[in-house]
């Protein structure tokens, strides 16, 4: 008989988009499964709202949470499909041996592997968890869980459609503009709406594929940028754009050329800087 406890594990490093995941994950699961569900929810559980400094409290709270969302899953006849994220949870399945001179910490993982197996039975129940501290969870929790993956910080490719997404919002919004249209090498037309044509940046296929032998096009420059990116977070990516506008250019509407070339300088900056 197959067994499968309904529960998703994403660990990785900070900001490497586990907790962006999930709630995809979430969505794109009760789609897949509209035969099944005719509806889905998602719960968002703050782990480190549950904790209580009472003792006892944490794993009283954790139990009633479980009861509720078993409650939720019943509800319309077990139509709708339940996803439950549950977002840092090393708070509450943090490895009993060493939970220490804490009993209560050891009462919450307890208590959690307890709830598990309880709503184990529920087909339309599933958990989906994230953590930045693989090496602090209970054994048996990992045991519990069904998909255990690592999720690494962004690669070139994703650094790439990073930035590339903030900066066709700043081309939309006209905080950066494209000064030639001839030195546009892509161009996007939105033939619905009868906009002017709109140069944005291509997706990263595009570049290695159409763009890869021009090497100063503003979209060889981007892919360069996000070379020399790797092993920054998502999370610091997705604000670098912006940062470095406000940094290192002086007048508004930047070109692309000097809004990259600000981002370049950022991107080198923030990897030298020493982690803490
Ligand atoms: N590979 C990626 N592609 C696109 N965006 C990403 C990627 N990784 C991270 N991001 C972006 O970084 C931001 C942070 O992502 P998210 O909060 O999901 O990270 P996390 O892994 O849950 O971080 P933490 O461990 O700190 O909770 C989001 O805006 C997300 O869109
Ligand atoms: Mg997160």
Not at 139 to 162: N, S, T
Request: with cysteine; glycine share 6%; net charge neutral.
């Amino acid at each position: 008989m197959l067994n499968h406890n309904g529960v998703v594990l994403l660990h990785g490093p900070p900001g490497s988009g586990k907790t962006t995941l999930c709630k995809a994950l979430a969505q794109k699961v009760t789609i897949r499964q509209s035969k099944s569900f005719t509806g889905g929810r998602l719960v968002e559980v703050n782990c480190q709202e549950l904790l209580s400094r009472w003792f006892g409290e944490s794993a009283k709270r954790l139990s009633k949470l479980f009861d509720d969302i078993a409650t939720m899953a019943e509800e319309d006849d077990g139509e709708n499909l339940v996803c439950v994220l549950f977002d840092e949870v090393e708070t509450l399945a943090r490895a009993r041996e060493l939970t220490g001179d804490t009993p209560d910490a050891m009462r919450v993982t307890n208590q959690l592997l307890t709830c598990l197996s309880n709503i184990k039975e529920k087909p339309n129940i599933l958990v989906l968890c994230t953590s930045n501290l693989f090496g602090v969870l209970d054994k048996a929790f990992l045991d519990r869980c069904d998909v255990v993956q690592e999720i690494p910080g962004p690669g070139q490719g994703a650094a790439y459609v990073i930035f590339a997404q903030c900066l066709n919002t700043l081309l939309d919004i006209g905080q950066v503009v494209f000064p030639d249209l001839c030195d546009v090498h892509y161009v996007e037309n939105c033939g619905s709406c009868k906009r002017r044509l709109q140069p944005r940046f291509p997706n990263p296929s595009e570049v290695r594929v159409r763009f890869r032998d021009l090497l100063s096009t503003p979209q060889n420059y981007l892919w360069r940028i996000a070379e020399a990116s790797v092993g920054l977070s998502g999370r610091n990516m997705r604000r670098l754009p912006v940062q470095a506008l406000t940094k290192y250019t002086y007048i508004t509407p930047r070109t692309v050329q000097e809004a990259l070339s600000a981002l370049h300088r950022l991107v080198t900056e923030e990897k030298i800087k020493p982690t803490l």
